[in-house]
């Protein structure tokens, strides 16, 4: 039927590391860990779930060092295991990769518009392309949902895996990944139904 939900997923982003504050780009998934912020991020969507009284059935988690971290501070608040996904790992960003905007802008003359409006074209060179990147992320969605008919699931991962998952549900253009804005220690729900999806609230962050 048309309004029978087939999942809700509630997306937390990782907390801070001190890539954050310079919004840096990173694919690595063992470095860096969270800092002391993105600890007390965390600590704060917890408490923001358990007030809330969200109902959980299933932990799904990048696997990258800062994700699992998060992930294991909000497992233990449901008396949990997580599960690992790989597909949700960072778009591969190639040579960008520790590099801030301001950094790439000096190094590689007019990337950046590239990255943004030739979503099709691996930019740079040796990056995974921002299409197939939303591609991995919606199919490794779609394999999560189907697994987990009717259930509230939670996924902790990155920003960007985050508004990949914001473009998918909405249908909007590849191109439209860096123009959406997420937090780090925020959440996001989409609610997926037979036939269509609804963002129920995007980039929350308690304070």
């Not at 890539?19 to 860096?32: G, I, K, L, V």
């Not at 299933?58 to 060092?65: D, G, M, R, V």
């Not at 191109?175 to 780090?184: A, E, G, M, Q, T």
Request: glycine share 4%; net charge neutral; with cysteine.
């Amino acid at each position: 039927m048309y309004f029978n939900r087939k999942c809700k997923i509630t997306f937390i982003c990782n907390g801070a590391t001190l890539f954050s504050e310079d919004d840096r780009f990173t694919d690595a998934e063992n470095y860096p860990p969270l800092n002391e912020k993105g600890q007390e991020e965390i600590e704060k969507i917890c408490e923001f779930l358990k007030k809330r009284g969200v109902k959980n059935d299933k932990i799904y988690t990048s696997p990258a060092t800062r994700s699992t971290q998060s992930a294991s501070m909000i497992a233990k608040i449901f008396k949990q295991e997580y599960e690992i996904i790989e597909d949700l790992h960072p778009r591969k960003c190639g040579a960008f990769n520790g590099l801030t905007f301001e950094q790439i802008d000096e190094k590689f003359p007019d990337a950046l518009d590239k990255l943004v409006n030739n979503p099709d074209v691996p930019t740079p060179d040796d990056a995974e392309t921002v299409s197939n990147f939303i591609r991995r992320v919606n199919n490794s969605i779609d394999n999560i949902i189907e697994k987990n008919q009717g259930n509230r699931i939670i996924i902790v991962t990155h920003k960007d895996v985050i508004k990949a998952a914001i473009c998918s549900a909405l249908n909007m253009p590849d191109s439209s990944l860096h123009r959406i804005y997420i937090k780090s220690g925020s959440a996001t729900q989409i609610s997926y139904f037979e036939r269509w999806s609804s963002l129920v609230y995007c980039d929350f962050k308690p304070f």
